[in-house]
């Protein structure tokens, strides 16, 4: 069974930081381009950050770009998305993913595994 497990959401502050963590099993890890998508209430789930498995980025979202960081530990088939300088803007549902090599990180089409999601909110 494929699991993507997420963790290390929460209520913070703005300007504040969190860091999100995406354990997977139950795959090939290693083949895969690792990412984040979020999604807010009322609005489409739009891609954040995308990692490939050598440690390549894939791509930053416009909108967070500078302020997140994706990053990963492939001996703990785990990504990482260390977010700085929290927005109101950025509140939302994040969710992990898992992209097969061969298509593109951040359309959400392309995503064959998704994490069951972690809240993340930004307080003014």
């Known amino acids: 069974e494929v699991q993507l497990v997420e963790s290390g959401g929460g209520s913070v502050q703005a300007g504040g930081s969190l860091r999100l963590s995406c354990v997977a099993s139950?795959?090939?890890?290693?083949?895969?381009?690792m990412g984040w998508f979020r999604q807010a209430p009322g609005k489409a789930r739009e891609g954040v950050a995308g990692?490939?498995?050598?440690?390549?980025?894939?791509y930053y979202g416009d909108s967070v770009s500078g302020r997140f960081t994706i990053s990963q530990d492939n001996a703990k088939n785990t990504v990482y998305l260390q977010m700085n300088s929290l927005k109101p803007e950025d509140t939302s549902m994040y969710y992990c993913?898992?992209?097969?090599?061969?298509?593109?990180?951040?359309?959400?089409?392309?995503?064959?595994?998704w994490g069951q999601g972690t809240q993340v909110i930004v307080s003014s």
């Open positions: 993913a898992a992209v097969p090599y061969g298509n593109e990180c951040r359309i959400i089409g392309a995503v064959r595994y």
């Open positions: 139950g795959y090939t890890y290693s083949t895969n381009c």
């Open positions: 990692i490939w498995p050598g440690g390549d980025i894939a």
